[in-house]
């Protein structure tokens, strides 16, 4: 990399050419003040907050934009610049309602934060008191263009990063305000529910209703997690005040998303209503009664141990951890040796020996081809980067025979028998990304798997942890109709009537593991409850065969334990002993299992 | 040595910051060793003595006529004159009024309330008349400190005190500045 030498506020500095001064300024710790730049998005000097004195530049420059170059000479907080800031700031103060102690970002705004960092302490200019509307009409957030700076940051993220461009400017002059699909009520436009917008905004003009008002960022307590929602495992950060979930962000850092969350992953979880099941249950007569951890799992190491092994079943949620994964298969398949074992949802099968690709690795290719996959209902943060992909170029190739969401941004579309052209057409291609999923099988997927190296491959899994269930073998057609005693470890799944689980027969006996009461686990003679997503630690393992860390947000509620924590405690009391000493070898062990499956 | 003279008054405000100023609790006794508080809301004498004092206080914004005097009264008989809360320094809480306008803003509040009938503007004489637009304290007479905050924390108010008394201008380092 070519490097340049510069010096900013008198310090020697290096850089990479082509780098910008703020980001040449950022990299050795010198900070300068931003308002409409944040580092996942274009920057458009928009705003003026990051002006800085270049010697021989007639003008104060936006270090946000400008490049740096040999021998410049920067300064970034002479008086000058101070000044100049400070007029940006006056200005901003003086348009619509920066009257902080009735805003909702009062104590989490950047524009405070810079009013106080300069020390405004009074409005120089009378406040121009344009009144504007609020738009309320959105389920998950509001819009208050009273508060908004115009910054663009929002518009920005719905286009870079959802790719979805559902906000825009509209209006001119002072009248300007971000506006959704040109003059669009929000809750009734093209918006898809992610909350990059809210997450982006720098100011109180976007705002999540569920938490407004709620705690401001140091009254809350944040933890750094994975999403359990799909098998895209995008990193979360969950904010919390007293034991309760505020927020869920997407996590700026997280390699697999980079930020991007969708609403799944963002909202979803924080609107569940289901009860909870709090403590063990154990079924006396034809009545389940509370009963305590140990009567819980004696009474289940007593029914396992009541029949042989090729009476017993297995069937474990996709949504476990992979702790529990690899315990429920020492315990079941290597110590009862038990075969009939499975997962709630099939795996889509991946082709051996090709190389993996990132989602963001799509972001440079040319050619996509989508295959028997639907991401925008089912792993919605992938189909952003489809799109984006597309908006920066790549050609979709959809091949599918269903419906498919992703039919609008596709230039061609084939069914699965014509997936040979697909294949062709991304030989050509200089840098061709394939993303397939359980809609292709047998021939379809030998088609592709001609594209060899030339092509980077992502299968989807169909469910959260399904590639670590593969790995550890619950992908091989269990059927509950066989087993005397189920162990049924259903996590926080809903599952619906008429799900394979439904034709258990009535004499089986059924334990099972359940977060939410269902009848599945008011049918169960056993229950054991389990934590949640946001009570729960461990790891999951996404779509690209990526480890990621599951941490504990809040305390489990009642006496509901882990899913690897509780099959460890069923472990030891079926064997006498604790399989694993903690959570860390635990976690080595499974780890070791999942990645180094053959593939 | 003689005691340094402190006046306060209000404008528009909520009298928030003056409970903020008593927050200073037993620390305004020292305080007391060094200063006078000739007049305030709380005394028998409501304002500035006319041999006037150094430091005068003002909490509130700039809503009516009856503020306008208020205020120049006080920066006649001052010499240091000290804006205390956001109401003050931005107008604050009552210049949001100005979203709707003061004419709108006054028939919701005394005609269109739901809980009121046959609702009418008060008119009386002794009144101030509501400006048409709500300011900060400076935007009608010069204004030497500003100390925002709503209210100020008891701590920003000891620290401008003992600023003064030490004859600085005080400059609030970040934990006693903040807006809300
Ligand atoms: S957007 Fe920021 S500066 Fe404006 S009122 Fe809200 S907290 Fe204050
Ligand atoms: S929530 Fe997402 S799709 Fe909707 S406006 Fe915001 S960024 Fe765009
Ligand atoms: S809504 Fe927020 S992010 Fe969008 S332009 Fe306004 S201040 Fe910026
Ligand atoms: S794409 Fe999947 S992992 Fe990412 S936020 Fe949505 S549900 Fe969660
Ligand atoms: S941050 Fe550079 S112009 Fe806004």
């Known amino acids: 990399m070519e490097m340049v030498n510069l010096t900013i506020n008198g310090r020697s500095v290096s850089a990479p050419s082509g780098s910008t001064i703020l980001k040449a300024a950022k990299d050795v710790g010198i900070d300068i003040p931003t308002l409409c730049d944040h580092p996942s998005l274009t920057p458009i000097g928009a705003c003026r907050m990051c002006t800085v004195e270049v010697e021989g530049q007639r003008t104060l420059v936006t270090a946000c934009t400008f490049p740096v170059a040999d021998n410049m000479v920067v300064q970034t907080e002479s008086p000058r610049v101070v000044k100049a800031r400070k007029l940006v700031l006056e200005l901003l103060f003086s348009e619509r309602n920066h009257i902080c102690p009735s805003c909702e970002s009062s104590g989490n705004c950047e524009l405070q934060e810079l009013g106080y960092r300069y020390g405004i302490d009074h409005w120089k200019y009378p406040a121009i008191t344009k009144r504007f509307p609020i738009d309320a009409t959105h389920r998950y957030m509001f819009l208050e263009h009273n508060r908004c700076v115009l910054c663009g940051r929002c518009e920005r993220g719905c286009g870079e990063l959802a790719a979805n461009h559902t906000l825009g400017l509209g209006n001119r002059g002072s009248d300007s305000i971000i506006n959704c699909d040109a003059m669009t009520p929000w809750g009734s436009s093209t918006c898809v529910s992610c909350g990059t917008c809210l997450q982006l905004c720098p100011t109180g003009a976007i705002s999540d209703k569920r938490s407004a008002f709620m705690g401001r960022d140091t009254e809350t307590e944040r933890v750094k997690s994975t999403c359990n929602r799909c098998s895209i495992g995008c990193g979360i950060e969950v904010a919390t005040r007293s034991n309760n979930v505020l927020r869920i962000e997407g996590d700026w850092e997280a390699v697999v998303n980079g930020g991007r969350l969708c609403e799944n992953g963002r909202f979803a979880p924080l609107f569940e209503s289901r009860k909870r099941i709090t403590k063990p249950l154990v079924k006396t007569g034809d009545r389940q009664t509370e009963a305590t951890w140990d009567k819980a799992l004696s009474t289940a190491a007593e029914l396992l141990g009541s029949v042989g092994g090729a009476e ?30 499975g997962m709630v949802n099939g795996a889509v099968p991946v082709l051996p020996g090709l190389p993996c690709g990132s989602l963001q690795d799509m972001l440079q290719s040319d050619i996509i081809i989508a295959a028997g996959v639907d991401p925008v209902s089912d792993q919605p943060v992938a189909s952003f980067f489809v799109k984006r992909a597309v908006d920066l170029g790549a050609r979709l190739i959809l091949v ?13 579309k084939l069914g699965i028998n014509e997936i040979s052209t697909a294949a062709d057409i991304a030989g050509e291609a200089a840098s061709p990304f394939v993303l397939y999923g359980a809609g292709i099988a047998g021939d379809a997927m030998r088609a592709l798997a001609k594209l060899g190296d030339k092509a980077l491959f992502l299968a989807l899994q169909p469910g959260v942890n399904t590639y670590a269930a593969d790995a550890l073998g619950f992908n091989n057609g269990f059927t509950p109709k066989s087993a005397k005693v189920l162990f049924a470890q259903i996590g926080e799944e809903g599952l619906t009537t008429g799900h394979m689980l439904a034709g258990i027969d009535d004499k089986t006996a059924l334990i099972v593991q359940a977060s939410y009461q269902s009848p599945l686990t008011q049918r169960a003679d056993i229950v054991l409850p389990a934590t949640i997503w946001s009570e729960r630690k461990g790891s999951l393992t996404n779509s690209e065969g990526r480890v990621q860390k599951v941490n504990q947000a809040i305390k489990p509620q009642g006496e509901v334990k882990s899913d690897w924590e509780i099959l460890s405690l069923l472990a030891e009391t079926l064997t006498g002993k604790p399989p694993v000493t903690s959570l860390e070898e635990l976690s080595t062990l499974a780890q070791q299992k999942i990645t180094n499956k053959e593939i | 040595m003689a005691k340094v003279k402190i006046a306060t008054d209000w404008l528009g405000g909520c009298a928030g910051c003056h409970m903020s100023v008593l927050d200073i609790d037993e620390r305004i006794i020292g305080l007391l060793d060094a200063v006078e508080f000739t007049s305030s809301p709380v005394t028998d004498l409501k304002h500035p003595p006319k041999d006037g004092v150094t430091v005068g206080i003002l909490e509130g914004a700039i809503c009516n006529t009856r503020n306008i005097e208020v205020a120049k009264m ?42 009121v009938v046959d609702g009418l ?17 400076d935007k009608v007479v010069k204004v030497d400190v500003f100390i925002p905050g709503c209210p100020p924390s008891a701590d920003a108010i000891y620290f401008a005190f003992t600023e003064l008394l030490a004859g600085r201008i005080p400059e609030f380092p970040p934990e006693y500045f903040k807006y809300d």
């Open chain 1, 312 to 341: 017993i079943g297995a069937v474990t949620t996709s949504d476990a951890t992979n702790e529990a994964l690899y315990l429920l298969s020492l315990i079941f398949r290597d110590n009862l040796k038990v075969s009939n074992v």
């Open chain 2, 74 to 115: 006080m920066r006649e008989r001052c010499q240091i004159l000290v804006a205390l809360g956001n109401c003050a320094t931005f107008g604050n809480i009552p210049a949001m009024r100005n979203l709707v306008g003061t004419g709108e803003a006054l028939k919701r509040a005394y005609v269109e309330t739901e809980s």
């Open chain 1, 400 to 412: 599918d025979d269903k419906e498919n969401e992703l039919a609008p941004f596709a230039s061609k």
């Open chain 2, 121 to 137: 503007i008060p008119a009386s004489p002794e009144l101030g008349i509501p400006v048409e637009r709500v300011t900060g304290v």
